[in-house]
């Protein structure tokens, strides 16, 4: 079945600079790659997504790259914000015939210093 | 029109007893999973309804889980005789198109510790 691993586990950048976060899957028919926000206390929530059939995706401050070759994606986080201290959750999932779960990497913990 | 209810959000069971937790999808959500955080790890993945149907549940732990959405909308996760190892957050969520092509809204979850 399909393994995500996550790096790093933790990582601290000072306000205003980037944050990179990165993940490798294992299974090459993974064609779904979503990224999750996790406030202390509270529940995932979608940030950003992208599709296999897409290199890059941006949303104003946050993006997403995939290569499928070397199966990796990363989430890039610009001008960081004291607000996007959290934890982050990378996952994958395969086509319908694998089933419809997202396997999620064990996370990495952003803190953002002011 | 609220998100995906999950109660109790925190129980505290002893070791051996039955336990319930409820998930209360997004309504017209068909697709609802669990899934099982333990501290500092991510979600990892439980069981899939689509429909009434239990369309994926490879990751059950054991026997002492299962799983029920019998109307299609709300459902129950059930554990039995309760290990000290089954504490954790119990997520559940739900999804509008279930293909692992949309996006999963989760709840606050049931945190469950036996004692």
């Known amino acids: 079945g399909e393994n995500v691993e996550q790096h790093p586990s933790t990582l601290s950048v000072q306000e205003g600079d980037s944050a990179v976060i990165k993940c490798t899957y294992s299974?090459?028919?993974?064609?779904?790659f979503p990224w999750y926000k996790q406030e202390l206390g509270k529940r995932p929530q979608l940030i950003i997504d992208i599709r296999s059939n897409v290199g890059e995706k941006k949303d104003q401050r946050i993006a997403v790259t995939l290569n499928k070759t070397a199966k990796h994606f990363s989430l890039h986080i610009t001008e960081t914000q004291p607000e996007d201290s959290a934890v982050y959750f990378c996952?994958?999932?395969?086509?319908?015939?694998?089933?419809?779960?997202?396997?999620f990497g064990a996370g990495t913990i952003l803190r953002v210093k002011s | 029109g609220a998100g995906v209810s999950q109660t109790p959000s925190n129980k505290v069971t002893e070791k051996g007893k039955y336990v319930e937790l409820r998930c209360d999808p997004i309504?017209?959500?068909?697709?609802l999973y669990w899934y099982r955080q333990s501290l500092g790890q991510g979600p990892e993945f439980l069981i899939y309804f689509q429909g009434t149907g239990a369309a994926d549940d490879s990751g059950l732990p054991n026997d002492r889980f299962f799983a029920v959405r019998p109307e299609g909308s709300v459902s129950t996760l059930k554990i039995q005789r309760t290990e000290r190892g089954d504490s954790a957050m119990y997520l559940c969520a739900s999804s509008l198109q279930g293909l692992g092509t949309g996006e999963l809204f989760f709840g606050e979850g049931s945190r469950l510790t036996v004692l």
């Open positions: 299974d090459s028919a993974s064609n779904y």
């Open positions: 996952a994958a999932t395969g086509p319908l015939e694998y089933g419809n779960k997202l396997v």
């Open positions: 309504s017209g959500h068909t697709a």
